[in-house]
């Protein structure tokens, strides 16, 4: 079993910046590889950012060069770091990790707004 617990959503002005975090707890050590992905209304859920237990990243071509994934082993968190973000990133983003075994775990969701 695992639980996440996101924080560091909210509200912002294009341009702007935010950090959401997600905190692994439970059975982190068959912990695969953690990410973020987003659901903005009426649209389907879409990855932005995965790193690997090895610390390979990948992200969607939207977000190139403005966000970035990292995470912090001995505190089993994952965050992403979102730089001149854009109208177009609201949505709510969603923690998601996946173990070893390939079970997949999601986070309850935080809700990033921005402003033009």
């Known amino acids: 079993q695992l639980q996440l617990v996101e924080s560091g959503g909210g509200s912002v002005q294009a341009g702007g910046s935010l950090r959401l975090s997600c905190a692994a707890s439970?059975?982190?050590?068959?912990?695969?590889?953690m990410g973020w992905y987003r659901q903005a209304p009426g649209k389907q859920r879409e990855l932005v950012a995965t790193?690997?237990?090895?610390?390979?990243?990948r992200y969607t071509d939207s977000v190139k060069s403005r966000f970035t994934i990292s995470k912090v082993n001995a505190k089993n968190t994952v965050y992403l770091q979102m730089n001149s973000l854009k109208p177009e990133d609201t949505a709510v983003y969603y923690c998601?990790?996946?173990?070893?075994?390939?079970?997949?775990?999601w986070g309850q969701g935080t809700q990033v707004t921005v402003s033009s």
């Open positions: 998601n990790v996946v173990m070893s075994y390939g079970l997949g775990y």
């Open positions: 439970g059975n982190v050590f068959s912990i695969n590889a």
């Open positions: 790193i690997t237990s090895s610390t390979s990243t």
